[in-house]
């Protein structure tokens, strides 16, 4: 088989092998991976790239040991949700930055975090004042939760009073052109319906549609894409009553 065959063949299986790999290690984002699952990643990342860039090395050098890894994590991950103790030495626990207003320079000591950290990650939470804090956890993913003094939090409708109705989440109808008839049908509605809400703004059809969606009071809102067979089109930013 030609050289250049074999290593576009071994990029292919190694990269399923990879995405697969992480899709059944779950959904959390980089930066709220554990130690361990963030070694495993990285492990699984250097063990692919060999086999790719030499072909003498059989691809099941590579795969074998991705299996493994993948093994362990899962086996691990199913530790961790049984036992307290497990899920406290893989993953750590939250250390206590700020308590009652004041800071913690034992625990920042402890865990190693300095001022400098600590007021970047508050301005990242839209917290210039470290005197407007009462709590802020150093969460074990290395993010920072912040619980703003009472003086300090914004205004909700409970504080003023005013009595609000239930909001759901949007349902997207249409994403990118394509129909979403699986939510159509949760919430019983059907592509007659669709099509005649969205010729009530001018679309002739679900295709030319960016984005369809539908909210918990019957809202629909509805974004044209900007441009159809060539020609652009006036955004549909418009909202019409179920």
């Given at each position: 088989m030609n050289h250049h065959l074999i290593i576009t063949y071994r990029t292919i299986v190694l990269y399923l092998t990879v995405l697969v790999t992480m899709r059944l290690m779950g959904k959390r984002?980089?930066?709220?991976l554990a130690p361990f699952d963030l070694v495993i990643a990285v492990m699984i990342a250097e063990l692919a790239a060999i086999p790719m860039e030499d072909p003498?090395?059989?691809?099941?050098?590579?795969?074998?040991?991705?299996?493994?890894?993948?093994?362990?994590?899962?086996?691990?991950?199913?530790?961790?949700l049984r036992?307290?103790?497990?899920?406290?030495?893989?993953?750590?626990?939250?250390s206590l930055i700020i308590k009652n207003g004041?800071?913690?320079?034992?625990?920042?000591?402890?865990v190693r975090y300095n001022i400098n950290d600590l007021l970047a990650q508050l301005r990242e939470k839209n917290v210039p004042n470290v005197a407007d804090v009462e709590f802020a956890i150093l969460e074990t993913s290395g993010?920072?939760?912040?619980?703003?003094?009472?003086?300090k939090r914004p205004l909700t409708p409970e504080d003023l009073g005013i009595p609000t109705q239930y909001e759901g989440v949007p349902v997207p109808l249409v994403i990118d052109g394509q129909v979403e008839y699986k939510n159509l049908d949760q919430i019983g509605l059907d592509l007659t319906w669709l099509e005649t809400?969205?010729?009530k703004q001018g679309v002739e059809h679900p295709s030319q549609v960016l984005l369809a969606s539908i909210d918990s009071s019957g809202q629909l809102y509805v974004q044209k894409k900007e441009r159809l067979k060539?020609?652009?089109?006036?955004?549909a930013d418009e909202l019409s009553d179920f």
């Open positions: 984002e980089i930066g709220q003498k090395i059989p691809i099941t050098h590579g795969l074998i040991p991705i299996a493994t890894l993948l093994v362990l994590e899962l086996a691990l991950s199913h530790l961790t036992s307290l103790k497990m899920r406290r030495l893989v993953s750590g626990t939250p004041r800071l913690n320079e034992r625990e920042m000591r402890r993010t920072l939760s912040v619980i703003p003094k009472s003086q809400e969205l010729a060539g020609e652009p089109t006036k955004p």
